[in-house]
């Protein structure tokens, strides 16, 4: 794979992933601190404005092992975050990531994100692209179907969340050979 030396910008013409800013931080943190993304990602709990300041700190340039970006609307406020990381090397394989802003939710945002990432994916030679959820996490395991994600298998006890909380974890796939691989068109 040829992973990028710096955080890329991509857009389908709705949302935009870029690189996080420090405008960002308060969007970050009313995204973080929602209880329902403490519930389902390994935010900190409680989530801080200083943990938002150290997020965008830390993510606002680095590549490697990943990249941790801003999906922003058209008006460049942030709406959630994702990320693109390296899974395995060697295989070509990449992971995505993300979290919604709660005003955002169910307006397609992680959808369109994961589009653009698996697309990014394959541009840079991954052969394919894994997406984990909890498995109560039934809005973002459909995020990962309408993608084209194959639901692999369960993990069974296999993530110690927030609040010391065992979770099963969905593991998803996509191969770059997939016949109906996602396109960014909504």
């Given at each position: 794979m040829e992973w990028p030396r710096h955080i890329p910008t991509l857009t389908d013409g709705v949302i935009t992933l870029r690189a996080?800013?420090?405008?960002?931080?308060?969007?970050?943190?009313?995204?973080?601190?929602?209880?329902?993304?403490?519930?389902?990602?390994?935010?900190?709990?409680?989530?801080?404005?200083?943990?938002?300041?150290?997020?965008?700190?830390?993510?606002?340039?680095?590549?490697?092992?990943?990249?941790?970006?801003?999906?922003?609307?058209?008006?460049?406020?942030?709406?959630?975050?994702?990320?693109?990381?390296?899974?395995?090397?060697?295989?070509?394989?990449?992971?995505?990531?993300y979290m919604v802003a709660p005003r955002a939710r169910g307006q397609g945002i992680a959808t369109r994100a994961t589009r653009l990432l698996v697309d990014y994916s394959w541009t840079i030679g991954a052969a394919r692209v894994a997406l984990d959820a909890f498995a109560g996490n039934a809005a973002s395991r459909a995020v990962a179907l309408?993608?084209?994600?194959?639901?692999?298998?369960?993990?069974?006890?296999?993530?110690?969340?927030?609040?010391?909380?065992?979770?099963?974890?969905?593991?998803?796939?996509?191969?770059?050979t997939d016949t109906d691989p996602p396109t960014t068109a909504g």
């Open positions: 996080l800013e420090p405008s960002d931080i308060d969007d970050v943190l009313e995204t973080a601190a929602d209880p329902a993304s403490e519930a389902f990602t390994t935010v900190p709990s409680p989530y801080t404005r200083q943990d938002a300041v150290e997020f965008v700190e830390t993510n606002a340039a680095k590549v490697w092992p990943g990249f941790e970006v801003a999906i922003t609307d058209s008006d460049d406020r942030l709406v959630g975050t994702c990320g693109l990381r390296i899974r395995d090397e060697d295989s070509g394989v990449t992971e995505v990531g309408r993608c084209g994600f194959v639901e692999e298998g369960t993990l069974r006890s296999a993530h110690l969340g927030n609040g010391d909380i065992r979770h099963d974890v969905v593991v998803h796939g996509i191969l770059r």
